[in-house]
């Protein structure tokens, strides 16, 4: 039997990783006015960009310019992303950029040396000294994620065990510290994720950490992204990341095509939500007009499907222009 939560709480992430996977850089102006229009829908954090080699994704060069124009939305965090020490001392220099501090886990060599060049042990031998770092400097970990937690383009199917593994790592950081665990997040990077393995990967994180929320970083890559979120949400699960107008996708993770390698959309999956009785917080129209701002910006045809075709609230309470379906059979 399904256990739905009553509540889910969406981050959204397309004005980062929906941007940087576009072949442009689209005004900084135009970007604000999204992340404006993001920030009255009611969602609780957005991220603005990315903190990372801007000779290796130039649509986040001027992520600091953006985040220092921005009109900040009370009750909301704005986030920015940073991969090594370059980015993390950019985000410790600016006012109220430092406030979320991750610890990322790698599962296979070749994902982590195209994205920050370090090998998948490296990577997570690096993991202890990053907490100790943020601990000192004040920072509270938001997040545990275990990238690829499902397969990878480059390195291939990913097993349950290096997944466990992974968190195992490190929920033990944590627990040596005598510090509570922060939610545990598997990534989909690259949307090789499928319903039931969604939940059987969920119970196996849930059994090492009990007391530990667990969040889900999916893709839409092949389709199944709704399909993933449904099994999620019947697990319990009540952290998502999305990104608006299914944007998204990571520049270096082997797809064959750039437009598909999209987040789960955050409307679609609002919409979801709200037609399974699940509170979001977020106005559904507010947000479908972000979307449709979003595909005006980029200036094609985006994947999401509420966008396109408006949520029921108005055909349910008689309100459409016109009755075109009358004549139906």
């Known amino acids: 039997m399904s256990d739905f939560p009553k509540s889910v709480e969406f981050h959204e992430e397309g004005v980062r990783e929906g941007f940087q996977m576009e072949p442009l850089t689209y005004p900084r102006e135009r970007r604000i006015a999204l992340l404006d229009a993001l920030s009255a829908t009611g969602l609780r954090q957005i991220q603005v960009g990315s903190l990372v080699n801007p000779r290796k994704?130039?649509?986040?060069?001027?992520?600091?310019?953006?985040?220092?124009?921005?009109?900040?939305?009370?009750?909301?965090?704005?986030?920015?992303?940073?991969?090594?020490?370059?980015?993390?001392?950019?985000?410790?220099?600016?006012?109220?950029?430092?406030?979320?501090?991750?610890?990322?886990?790698?599962?296979?060599?070749?994902?982590?040396?195209?994205?920050?060049?370090?090998?998948?042990?490296?990577?997570?031998?690096?993991?202890?000294?990053?907490?100790?770092?943020?601990?000192?400097?004040?920072?509270?970990?938001?997040?545990?994620?275990?990238?690829?937690?499902?397969?990878?383009?480059?390195?291939?199917?990913?097993a349950l065990d290096s997944v466990l593994d992974a968190f195992r790592h490190a929920i033990g950081l944590f627990r040596d510290r005598g510090l509570p665990i922060p939610p545990l997040y598997l990534a989909d990077t690259m949307g090789w994720a499928s319903p039931e393995e969604v939940k059987r990967r969920i119970g196996a994180v849930r059994e090492l950490a009990p007391e530990a929320r667990i969040g889900l970083h999916l893709h839409d890559t092949r389709g199944?992204?709704?399909?993933?979120?449904?099994?999620?949400?019947?697990?319990?699960?009540?952290?998502?990341?999305?990104?608006?107008?299914?944007?998204?996708?990571?520049?270096?993770?082997?797809?064959?095509?750039?437009?598909?390698?999209?987040?789960?959309?955050?409307?679609?999956?609002?919409?979801?939500?709200?037609?399974?009785?699940?509170?979001?917080?977020?106005?559904?129209?507010?947000?479908?007009?972000?979307?449709?701002?979003?595909?005006?910006i980029i200036g094609r045809p985006l994947m999401g499907r509420v966008m396109h075709s408006g949520a029921l609230k108005a055909f349910r309470h008689g309100k459409t222009a016109d009755s075109a379906c009358a004549s139906a059979p």
Request: proline content about 3%.
């Open 57 to 158: 994704v130039p649509q986040m060069a001027d992520t600091l310019e953006l985040f220092a124009e921005l009109e900040r939305r009370p009750g909301v965090r704005y986030t920015l992303l940073w991969l090594n020490e370059s980015g993390y001392r950019k985000a410790r220099a600016v006012e109220g950029a430092f406030n979320h501090a991750p610890l990322m886990y790698y599962l296979t060599d070749a994902f982590a040396l195209r994205n920050n060049n370090r090998t998948a042990l490296d990577m997570r031998a690096e993991q202890e000294a990053w907490l100790d770092r943020y601990l000192a400097d004040g920072a509270t970990v938001q997040k545990v994620y275990v990238l690829t937690a499902w397969g990878c383009n480059l390195g291939g199917p990913v």
């Open 224 to 296: 199944l992204g709704g399909a993933n979120v449904y099994a999620a949400l019947s697990m319990g699960v009540t952290l998502f990341d999305a990104s608006v107008a299914g944007l998204g996708g990571c520049p270096f993770a082997g797809h064959k095509a750039r437009h598909t390698s999209g987040n789960i959309c955050t409307e679609d999956m609002v919409f979801l939500c709200h037609e399974l009785g699940i509170e979001t917080g977020i106005d559904l129209e507010a947000l479908i007009e972000a979307a449709r701002l979003a595909e005006d």
